[in-house]
């Protein structure tokens, strides 16, 4: 059985989730009610309380990682408004019929911060992402970047409700050797002007303005999350993200693509797993509020070519590894990703974060969602 507790000092009601009692209910409760439904309910009930937001936004929620927390938050029972400009949408609106779930179809920079008044928690994922997919951005992605957190910010402090912002792990920079990366390692500059510099050093950019309104703010309360190598069900290969390039290029029988020697290392983490931190950050208790926190399952640390044999392996494809110069495809704008491997001690430790997939079950899933659609 487990019980959370939470300080419930800034809260009149807690919501209780009874599971496993004949059928599962959820209760608003006030505090002093909890003690009557422990003693009542302790030896049949898998009890858990927590802090509730009825009312959240998500900025980007039609998109891959913006998707999943739709649909984590929607276990909670939460009315969802979704704003996506369909720029880069991983999933459309017909997914989301559901009755608590709104979407507006815009880019949040033409929305008035003023209508989002009624909000108890704002998930903003809205960007450019992706290493292909940021370069139609470059030289506009930097003010992109910034406009659309500073809207995320109006919001949050305008309407006294937590901005909980997905930075990424591009931000740490470029490392000689392999490294595992904590929330306070230094960030490093490397290289010249390249638009994966420009992504990345907008997110921090972005991490730094969001920290600094907190001085100014004392009411202003967020979460920054930094995640590593998201992978799983749902992702496009749009983007240029591997695994779902992989997968399609092995179900159609054509030449897998490495990028030089497939030796560069990743920690493919799934995508369930980091939006379970991230949901984890938002019911985090008072002194773990205004923190940056790193998302990524380090024990799945892979090399792309390990990744490439076990794609080949998982659909029993013919196709062939071949080794590709990326610039050649896509362009003197790409440049490859440094090799990052997270350290989570902090979220483990202070949230008990736990990431329950390892890479091969992450790419048997990916496997089985591209095979599912292409046998539709
Ligand atoms: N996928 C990863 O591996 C990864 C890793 C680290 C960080 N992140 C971060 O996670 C977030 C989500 O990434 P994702 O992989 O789900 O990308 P995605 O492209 O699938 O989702 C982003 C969504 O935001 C929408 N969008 C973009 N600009 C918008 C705007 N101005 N107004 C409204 N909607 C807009 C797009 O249409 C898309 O649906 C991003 O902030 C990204 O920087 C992703």
Known sequence: MLIKFFPLTDIEFVSVKIENFILPINLNVRKLDLTIYQINM?????????????????????GFLGYHCVERWLEDDCEITVVDNLSSNAVNKDNLIYDQVSVIED????????????????????SPVGPVGVLKHSGTMGKTIIDTTQWAIDVSRKNKMPLIYISTSEIYGYREQKTKLKETDDKILHGDFTVRNEYSISKLLAEIIIKNNSKIDKDFKFQIIRPFNVTGKYQ???????????????????????????????AFTWVKDIVEGIYLTTKASEEYWNEIWNIGNENNEKSIKYLAEKVIGYTKSNSKIVSVDPVEIHGELFAEAPEKIPDSTKIRSFLNWEPKKSADEVVLEVVNYFEGITNK
Do not use: W
């Open 42 to 62: 302790i030896m049949i009930v898998n009890l858990s309380c927590y802090m509730k937001y009825n009312k959240v936004l998500i900025t980007g929620g039609l």
């Open 107 to 126: 880019n949040i920079l033409n929305l008035d911060v003023k209508d989002f008044s009624k909000f108890d928690i704002i998930l903003h994922l809205a």
């Open 236 to 266: 496009l290969p749009d983007g240029g993200f591997v695994l779902p390039r992989f997968v399609n290029q092995a179900l159609n029988d054509e030449d897998i693509t490495v990028y030089y020697d497939g030796s560069q290392l990743r």
